[in-house]
C-alpha cells in the first residue's frame, strides 16, 4: 500500500517495440509498423489505426494492412531502452518497480510537492523520457496501482492523466465494465447477461451477489468498482498452470544438430524458471511446425517430477524422434513445462549422488546467470548455436521477441 505522503505512477511506453523500431528506422516513421512473428507482438498507433492489434495473426494482419511493414524485433534491443527510460524515471520516483515496458513508482502526494502538482511533475518526467530516450510513454497518477494503471491507458497515446480523490467515481462509473482490470472477456460476458455494461451498472450490484457468481473475484471487483485497490487473498502465491519457451527460426531449418541446440536452449530458459519458482515439472510437452505450415503436438509426463534439465530433455529428445517423421524443414519449436509441484516436496533423504550433484550444479550455474547474464554459461546441446545465432547478455538473440515474458 501507498504512503499517505505519496501517490502512485504508472508509465507506459506507448508501442513499445514499434516505437523503438520507428526511432531506429526513421523511414518508418508515420507508417504503419509491425513487430513480432507469427502474431503482432507490438504495432505502431499507424497500424492500430487501420484495425490491427496486439495478438493478431501476422497472416490476418497482411490481408488487412497489406502496406505494413513487418518487422521480427530484437528483445535485447528493446530491454537497453527500457533501462534508459527506468534510469530517467528513477531521477523523479521515490521508488520502481519496472516490468519491460510499464513500470509503477511512487512520488510526493500533493502536499509534499512544494508548489508543483501531479500533472506537471508527470508532464515534466514525460518531457525528459522524450528528450533523453526519444520514446513516447503515457503516465497515469493515482492514489493506488489499479487507478493509475487506468489512468495512463486513457491518456494513450502520449498523454498524462491525474485522477485525483474526488474525480474517482467520475472516471470509472462510465466506463464499459470489461475496462475495469480484472474483467476478463468471460466474466464481462457473464455481466452482459444480467445486463451489466458499465462500471456504474456494476456498482448496483450487491456484494453478496458477485461473490455468489464469481467467488472471491467477485469480492475483488466490489472494491475496485469503487476505486479501492486490492488482489485476491491467497494463503500462498498459486504456482503457474505452465511455463513456456518457444521461437520461429530466422530461416526453416533442417540441420538436427541446430534443432535440437534450440530445443535445449528452451528448454534450459524454462527450466531455470521453474527452479526460480521453486518447482518441480511433471509433463513436458513439445511443438514442432514445419515450413508448409503443419503441426504436430506431444506431451509426456514423467515418472518422477524433476527440476534437472537432462531429465528433462531426454523427454523433449524422445518426443522429437516422434513428431519430427517428415523430410520438411522446421520453422517453429516450443516447449511447454506444466503439472508442477513444489519442490519441497522432493524426498532428499535417498537421492541418488548423481542427482544431488546435478542439482548444485544448476544452482551455481543460475546463480552465475543471474549475476552476469544468461549467456555467461553455455551448456549441453546449445553449445551447436555457437558461431550460428548472436548473443547478447540475455542470451541468444532469436527471432521470436517474446522469448523470455
Known sequence: MPSPCTLIIHVDVDAFFASVEQLLIPSLHHRPVVVGSGCIASCSYEARRLGLHAGMSLARARRLCPQAVILPGRYGRYRCFAERIWAVCRRTCLSLETYLDEAYGEIPAPSALSGTDPLSLGRRLQEEVATEVHLPVSIGLAANRMLAKMASHSAKPGGVRWIRADQVEAFLSPLPVEELLGVGGKTAALLGDLNVK??????????????????????????????????????????????????????????????????????????????????????????????????????RTLVEPTDNDDEAFAVVSSLLDRLHSRRVALRHVGVVLSHFRPAAARGRLMEPPDRSARRRLYGTIDTIRHRFGHAAVVTGEALHLLGHLEQDDYGFVLRTPSLTK
Open 198 to 299: 458499465t462500471v456504474a451498472d456494476l456498482r448496483q450490484l450487491p456484494q453478496a451477489v458477485l461473490v455468489g457468481m464469481l467467488g472471491q473475484r467477485g469480492a475483488v471487483l466490489y472494491e475496485r468498482c469503487r476505486g479501492r485497490d486490492v488482489a485476491l487473498p491467497h494463503s500462498r502465491p498459486r504456482p503457474p498452470r505452465s511455463i513456456s519457451r518457444e521461437t520461429t527460426f530466422h530461416r526453416p531449418c533442417c540441420r538436427p544438430e541446430a534443432i535440437r541446440g534450440m530445443l535445449f536452449y528452451l528448454l534450459e530458459r524454462a527450466m531455470r524458471t521453474t527452479r526460480q519458482a521453486h518447482l518441480l515439472v511433471g509433463t513436458v510437452e513439445l511443438t514442432v511446425r514445419y515450413d508448409d505450415w503443419k503441426e504436430h503436438v506431444g506431451a
